[in-house]
C-alpha cells in the first residue's frame, strides 16, 4: 500500500503525488510501445530516428517516422484507456496535487481529463520553428515545405519533441515536484533513458516518498522502488486509483 500517501496521513505534510508515465501506459490504446518486439520502425531503432544528428542527416525520414505517428494518434480508433482515465479521476478527486509528468509525445493523458501535465519529452501535435523558436499546434504532416504561421520562414519547422542529447523540457517543475511528493509512481517505463530514469533516486533522496513501478515486467531500475505491482496499466492503474480515493482519512 502506498504508505503515507492515503487521504488525511501524514498530518500537515503535503501528500502530493507525482506519476511517472512511459510508453507502455498508451499500449492498450492501441499506441506501440519503443523497445518491445513491435517497437521498430522500419527495422530501425529508436536511437537512429529520434536524433538531431539524425534529422541533420535525413530530415525526410525523420518526418516521415513523425508524420505516421501523428496520423496514427489522430486515428479515432486511439482513445484514452482505463489506465489514463483513472489518473484523471485521481487528480480531480485527491486533495493535493498530483503531477503527471510523462515521457510520452501522445495527447491520452489531456484526452482523459488531466490537466497538471507535465509533457517532458514533448507533444507530436506540435511544431518547432527551428528559425524563430516558436511552437505551434500542429496536426498535418510536416514533410514537404510549409511555413512558421510566426515567422513565415519555410523548411524550419521540426517535431516539439525531445530527441536523445537534447534538454527536456521543464525539468525545474518536476524536481520540485520530486522532492515534495509523499508517493512517487512510475507506470509503463523501461527505465533506460534518463534523466527519466533518475527520478526515483531523487525521490528516495528527497526522503519520505513511497515509491511504486507498475510495469508487465522488471525494468532496468525496478530494484529501486520501494513496490512493485506486475500488469497490464489499464488494470491495475484503476485498481491503485481505487485503493488511494478509498483509504481512510485521518
Ligand atoms: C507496459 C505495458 C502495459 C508495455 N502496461 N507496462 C545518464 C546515464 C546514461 C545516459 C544518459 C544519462 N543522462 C543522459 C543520458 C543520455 C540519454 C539517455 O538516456 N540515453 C540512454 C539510451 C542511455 N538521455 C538524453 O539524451 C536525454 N537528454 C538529456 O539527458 O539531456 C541532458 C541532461 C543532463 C542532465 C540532466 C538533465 C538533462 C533526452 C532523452 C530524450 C528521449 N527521447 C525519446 C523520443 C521522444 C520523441 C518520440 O517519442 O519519438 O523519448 S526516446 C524514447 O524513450 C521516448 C520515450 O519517452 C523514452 C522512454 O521510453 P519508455 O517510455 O520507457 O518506453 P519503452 O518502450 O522503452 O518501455 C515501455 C515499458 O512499458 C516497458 O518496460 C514495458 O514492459 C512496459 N509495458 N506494455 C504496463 N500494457
Redesign the pocket.
Known sequence: MAAGAGPGAGGARSRSIVVL?????S??SGLP????AA?LWQGRR??E??TPEAFARQPALVQR??DE?RRQLLDPAIRPNA?HLALAELERRWPDPVVVVT???DDLHERAGSRDLIHM??E?LKARCTACAAVHGWQEDLAGAHRCPGCARSGCLR?H????????LE?DAIQSALESCALFVA????????????FVEAVRGAGQAHTIE????P?AISSRFAEHRR????A?VPALVEELLGAPAG
Open positions: 508515465t512511459g510508453a507502455g501506459i499500449v492498450e510501445s519503443f523497445r518491445g517497437g529508436l536511437e530516428v529520434a517516422f513523425y505517428r489506465a515521457q510520452n509525445i519529452h514533448g507530436l517535431p519533441v525531445v530527441w536523445f542529447g537534447e534538454m527536456p525539468l507506470i509503463g517505463t523501461s527505465g533506460q533513458v534518463y534523466p527519466a530514469a533518475g507498475i510495469n508487465l515486467e525494468s500488469g497490464s496499466a489499464a491495475l
